[in-house]
């Protein structure tokens, strides 16, 4: 199977897994080990602290740092903020019982610490500014959670049925039809300023009510936070992610992307749901330079997206 390695994304797979385990209780022995791994983590939070203050009035989505759980040796490391909001503190460790991937960045409710929304990550995420960018992209998912995503997403005919058949890994396994004909010369077309409002159009026509709701959702979840990661970095003067939109140069962005990851990919013959991280990244920057007031507001960004509005 194809890893998609562009983006380390598990959504609502790990959200039924952690709600599953939250009546569990941690097992973790507080060691001098487990001490100095802490104290290692709130030094790196604390640069990411210093470096929330520099982006922090980029967007509302960024204004305030939420809970960080770090994986290490099968545990989540949760930290949180104290009550003055302005640094770090250990809370809690809790025994990890879902499988993750070697190198983490993900977002999704810690059943076991209030069901609150909190940026999971492995701690190489703080080795580098790029890495600690990733942690904000996080930071802006947690931020679509107490906006109401769940309650958007449920207006979704796709998502209902996906749920109510208990199939909570929908975001990851909705059977988009990513290889048809129209999809892929449309999708190419946008390499080439194509009109993005246009687009949206005439893919709401080509394809079930399902995979378009499906697509808008994916543009909107992961698009918002890809555009709002594009704004940090630019303001810190890192390149911005730019994802080639013709299959041929899709393949190679990711092929060597896992070069540079030290990640083996199998062959790729078409698009994957990454793409729609470029895609409502393009879409959500057009909507946002035709009216500013958009920006933060991310309920209306969804209704002129699944409307097909610019």
């Known amino acids: 199977m194809k890893k998609n390695i562009g983006f380390v994304v598990l959504g609502v797979a790990l959200l039924f897994n952690s709600c599953?385990?939250?009546?569990k209780k941690s097992n973790g022995v507080n060691n001098r080990e487990n001490m100095s791994f802490i104290e290692k983590q709130l030094v790196s939070l604390e640069q990411l602290c210093t470096l929330h203050k520099?982006?922090?009035?980029?967007?509302?989505?960024?204004?305030?740092?939420?809970?960080?759980?770090?994986?290490?040796?099968?545990?989540?490391?949760?930290?949180?903020?104290?009550?003055?909001g302005e640094k770090y503190e250990f809370r809690m460790e809790y025994p990890v019982e879902m499988e993750l991937p070697q190198s983490v960045r993900a977002t999704f409710p810690l059943g076991f610490y209030g069901n609150k929304s909190a940026a999971v990550i492995t701690e190489d995420a703080f080795e580098t500014l790029e890495g600690r960018i990733t942690i904000f992209h996080e930071f802006v998912h947690c931020f679509q959670s107490e906006e109401g995503s769940w309650e958007l997403k449920m207006t979704l005919d796709s998502a209902r049925e996906a749920y109510e058949n208990q199939n909570y890994q929908w975001e990851l396994n909705h059977p988009f039809p990513y290889t048809s004909e129209i999809f892929i010369i449309k999708t190419e077309e946008l390499d080439n300023d194509y009109n993005i409002g246009a687009y949206h159009k005439e893919m709401k026509a080509a394809l079930s009510e399902k995979d378009f709701e499906y697509m808008i959702w994916q543009e909107w979840t992961e698009g918002y936070a890809t555009y709002i990661e594009n704004l940090i970095r630019e303001r810190l003067g890192v390149h911005t992610i730019n994802i080639p939109l013709t299959l041929q140069g899709y393949a190679t962005y990711l092929e060597n992307l896992a070069r540079e990851t030290g990640v083996t990919i199998d062959p790729i013959h078409s698009f994957d749901r990454s793409v729609f991280y470029e895609i409502g990244n393009r879409y959500i920057a057009a909507l946002i330079q035709n009216d500013a007031m958009l920006k933060g507001d991310i309920k209306t960004l969804f209704q002129k997206m699944i409307n097909c509005e610019i």
């Open 20 to 23: 599953a385990s939250a009546s």
């Open 54 to 84: 520099e982006i922090q009035d980029i967007d509302k989505s960024l204004e305030k740092l939420g809970p960080v759980a770090v994986v290490e040796n099968g545990f989540y490391f949760v930290f949180d903020l104290d009550q003055a």
